[in-house]
T-cell receptor, first 112, second 115 residues
């Protein structure tokens, strides 16, 4: 079973920041938080991952709380193309044989 | 584009038949994982191959089997197809060394319909 809890759906206006929350209260000390997204009928796309420090790349920012029990993925200026299902996943960092355990994710709808 | 390619993109098979799906990993990657995604659900892990050996498996029956070749491409074989095997099958590749792996990059998937 997935070790994360996400809201089933969220809406965001185009051009505004989209903040997607994720709860992972049972995360272990050696588990990273990964975010993937899946646009309809395509393969999941890697977005970002982190351990305890906040991370930023060209796609998004990841904010992890100090106790590591929750995190927020931030898309700073959402566009219509960001409409997708967003998955928050926790897993042991890059361990051989460790699967990505997907939950149902959050369906983000960006509208103009 | 991730550089992970899957073939075919769509496939229709009859119940009881066998099917082979193929995946070419991203250049430089030596690990391939396979996932099954039913309609409306998140992907479910089937198994992973690292340097031609299976090194992790999800809760799937033995009729789901795989291979990884010396060039690190991979096949997923499903025998005795059932209607519930209808799904999007996803392949993901990563690079592993010394027990550590990079993040996984997914292909576009093969849509299998069993009738």
């Amino acid at each position: 079973d997935a070790k994360t809890t996400q809201p089933p759906s969220m809406d965001c206006a185009e051009g505004r920041a989209a903040n997607l929350p994720c709860n992972h209260s049972t995360i272990s000390g050696n588990e990273y938080v990964y975010w993937y997204r899946q646009i309809h009928s395509q393969g999941p796309q890697y977005i970002i991952h982190g351990l305890k420090n906040n991370e930023t790349n060209e796609m998004a920012s990841l904010i992890i709380t100090e106790d590591r029990k929750s995190s927020t993925l931030i898309l700073p200026h959402a566009t219509l193309r960001d409409t997708a299902v967003y998955y928050c996943i926790v897993r042991v960092a890059n361990q051989a044989g460790t699967a990505l355990i997907f939950g149902k994710g959050t369906t983000l709808s960006v509208s103009s | 584009e991730t550089g992970v390619t899957q073939s075919p993109t769509h496939l229709i098979k009859t119940r009881g038949q066998q099917v082979t799906l193929r995946c070419s990993s991203q250049s430089g990657h030596n690990t391939v994982s396979w996932y099954q995604q039913a309609l409306g659900q998140g992907p479910q892990f089937i198994f992973q191959y690292y340097r031609e050996e299976e090194n992790g498996r999800g809760n799937f029956p033995p009729r789901f089997s795989g291979l990884q070749f010396p060039n690190y491409s991979s096949e997923l074989n499903v025998n005795a197809l059932e209607l519930d095997d209808s799904a999007l099958y996803l392949c993901a590749s990563s690079f592993g060394t010394g027990g550590r792996h990079t993040e996984a990059f997914f292909g576009q998937g093969t849509r299998l319909t069993v009738v």
